[in-house]
C-alpha cells in the first residue's frame, strides 16, 4: 500500500512560479511510476506528467511542456512539479497519482494510489 501526501498548492500570479511536493510512504517509489494529474472545475481530470522512478525518465502534457518539470528526491521519496510561467488556465486542482512501472502514464485510471489534491489558483 502507497500513501501519498500533497503540499505546496496555493495562490499565484500569472508569470510566477510553484512548487509542488508528492510524499510517499508505506513504499519506496522504485517499481513505480508517479503522475501528476489536475482537474478544473467543470473540466475532466487530464495528465500533466509522469516521471518513471527507476530510469528517471520524464514526460509532459504539451499544455505544460517547457514550463513544468517533474523532479525526485530519492532520499525523501518525494517527488516534485515545478510550476514556472503559470497561466490562468493552469488554475485546478492538482492530484500526484503511483501507479507499477509499465503500460501508459497518461491515463489516470491506469493509476492504483492517489494523492488528496492541493488547489492551484493562478490570477491574471
Known amino acids: 500500500q502507497v500513501q501519498l501526501v500533497e503540499s505546496g498548492g496555493g495562490l499565484v500570479q500569472a508569470g510566477g512560479s510553484l512548487r509542488l511536493s508528492c510524499a510517499a510512504s508505506g513504499r519506496t517509489f522504485s517499481n513505480y511510476a508517479v503522475g501528476w494529474f489536475r482537474q478544473a472545475p467543470g473540466n475532466e481530470r487530464e495528465f500533466v506528467g509522469a516521471?518513471?522512478?527507476?530510469?528517471?525518465?520524464?514526460y509532459y502534457a504539451d499544455s505544460v511542456k517547457g514550463r513544468f518539470t517533474i523532479s525526485r528526491d530519492n532520499a525523501k521519496n518525494t517527488v516534485y512539479l515545478q510550476m514556472n510561467s503559470v497561466k490562468p488556465q493552469d488554475t485546478a486542482v492538482y492530484y500526484c497519482?503511483?501507479?507499477?512501472?509499465?503500460?501508459?502514464?497518461?491515463?489516470?485510471?491506469?493509476?492504483?494510489?492517489w494523492g488528496q489534491g492541493t488547489q492551484v489558483t493562478v490570477s491574471s
Open positions: 516521471l518513471r522512478w527507476r530510469s528517471g525518465n520524464t
Open positions: 497519482a503511483a501507479k507499477l512501472d509499465y503500460g501508459n502514464w497518461d491515463v489516470d485510471s491506469l493509476y492504483d494510489y
